[in-house]
C-alpha cells in the first residue's frame, strides 16, 4: 500500500507545476514524505492547501484558519497581543 498520493496525481488534479509543487514542499506550503526515493502527499491536506479560497470565505472558514494560526502561533507577551487585536479592530470597523 502506497502512503498516499504522487507528484503526477496532483498535477493530473490541481494543474500545478512539478517544479511548482517541489517549491511548495521546500517552502512547507506542502507537507511530503520520501518513500523509496518518491514523494507522497497527504490527499486532505493537499485538498487544504491548493483548494481556491472563496473571494468571501464562510465564516467556518476563518473560524477554523483564526483557530489553526492561533494553535501555530508563539505565545505573545499581553502588549503584542493587544496589537493584534487592535490591527484586526482597526480592519474590522473600517469594513463595516
Not at 496525481?9 to 511548495?24: D, K, N, V, W
Not at 494560526?69 to 474590522?92: C, K, N, W, Y
Amino acid at each position: 500500500m502506497k502512503p498516499g498520493i504522487t507528484l503526477r496525481e496532483i498535477q493530473a488534479t490541481y494543474g500545478f507545476s512539478e517544479p511548482t509543487l517541489r517549491r511548495y514542499v521546500a517552502k512547507g506550503k506542502l507537507k511530503a514524505v520520501r518513500f523509496g526515493g518518491r514523494l507522497y502527499f497527504d490527499a486532505e491536506h493537499v485538498r487544504e492547501a491548493l483548494s481556491p479560497v472563496p473571494a468571501r470565505p464562510s465564516d467556518d472558514y476563518v473560524r477554523e484558519w483564526a483557530r489553526k494560526m492561533a494553535a501555530e502561533a508563539p505565545p505573545l507577551r499581553p502588549e503584542q497581543r493587544d496589537i493584534i487585536v487592535s490591527a484586526f479592530a482597526s480592519v474590522i470597523g473600517g469594513a463595516r
